[in-house]
C-alpha cells in the first residue's frame, strides 16, 4: 500500500500476471485520481474515480473506491512490459487549504 | 491536447542563489500548480493558483515564492536557494481543483 511519507513500493512481476495496487487516505475524499509516470516523464493521469462510484475500468485497468475503509485500488489485468512505471493515488484533503494528497507511488516492474 | 511546458530543464545554482523556474500552459486551465518530488516518494505541493494574480500556500512552500503574472504563466522563485531544495520540481495545470491535472516535463535543480 502506499501513503503519505512511506517509502516508495516496489512490485516485480511476470508479463501476463495481474497485478493489484492498494491505496489508503486518511480523511474524507471526494475523488482519488491514479497516475502514472514513466522514466524522466511527469505523472499522467489513468484513472479518476470519484466517491459515488465503486468501480472504474478503462481497459486493462480497474481502479475500486471504498469510501467505509478510506481505500482505492488499481489493478493491471495480464501486465504487460510496458505496463512498466510508477503508479500513484493522490486524493483530495481539504484542512484550511485545499490540496491533492499524493501517495508515495508503487514501482511496478514487468519483466518478459 | 494539453500542453504544459517548464523551463529550463535543468538547472544548476549556488548556495545562496536565486532561482526562477518558468511555465506556462496552453490548456486555458484555471489551476496551476508547482510540486516538488524527491527520490523514492510522492509529489508534495508548493504553491498553487487560480488565476492570475492569485496565490495559495501548498504544503511545503517554506523557501519558495510563486507568481501567476498571466493565466498561462506561473513561476517558481527561490530567492536563497539551499541544497535541500535539490529536487525535481513539476508544473501542472487543470480546470478545477477537483480534475485531471496535467503535468509537464519537470526541472530538475541542483543546489551545490
Known amino acids: 500500500s502506499q501513503w503519505g511519507e512511506e517509502n516508495l513500493q516496489a512490485l516485480s512481476i511476470q508479463e501476463g500476471e495481474d497485478v493489484t495496487m492498494n491505496c489508503s487516505y486518511k480523511?474524507?475524499?471526494?475523488?482519488v485520481h491514479w497516475y502514472r509516470q514513466d522514466s524522466g516523464r511527469g505523472p499522467a493521469l489513468i484513472i479518476l474515480?470519484?466517491?459515488?462510484?465503486r468501480e472504474k475500468r478503462s481497459g486493462r485497468l480497474r481502479a475500486t473506491l471504498d469510501t467505509s475503509s478510506q481505500s482505492s485500488s488499481l489493478s493491471i489485468t495480464a501486465a504487460q512490459c510496458e505496463d512498466t512505471a510508477v503508479y500513484f493515488c493522490?486524493?483530495?484533503?481539504?484542512?484550511?487549504?485545499?490540496?491533492?494528497?499524493f501517495g508515495s507511488g508503487t514501482q511496478l516492474t514487468v519483466m518478459p | 491536447e494539453a500542453a504544459v511546458t517548464q523551463s529550463p530543464r535543468n538547472k544548476v545554482t549556488v548556495t545562496g542563489g536565486n532561482v526562477t523556474l518558468s511555465c506556462r500552459q496552453t490548456n486555458s486551465h484555471n489551476y496551476m500548480y508547482w510540486y516538488r518530488q524527491d527520490t523514492g516518494h510522492g509529489l508534495r505541493l508548493i504553491h498553487y493558483?487560480?488565476?492570475?494574480?492569485?496565490?495559495q500556500i501548498g504544503d511545503v512552500p517554506d523557501g519558495y515564492k510563486a507568481t501567476r503574472t498571466t493565466q498561462e504563466d506561473f513561476f517558481l522563485l527561490l530567492e536563497l536557494a539551499s541544497p535541500s531544495q535539490t529536487s525535481l520540481y513539476f508544473c501542472?495545470?487543470?480546470?478545477?481543483?477537483?480534475?485531471?491535472?496535467?503535468f509537464g516535463p519537470g526541472t530538475r535543480l541542483t543546489v551545490l
Open positions: 493522490a486524493t483530495d484533503a481539504s484542512s484550511g487549504s485545499w490540496q491533492l494528497i
Open positions: 474515480i470519484r466517491s459515488n462510484e
Open positions: 493558483s487560480y488565476g492570475a494574480g492569485n496565490l
Open positions: 480523511t474524507y475524499t471526494t475523488v
Open positions: 501542472a495545470s487543470s480546470m478545477g481543483l477537483y480534475a485531471e491535472q496535467f
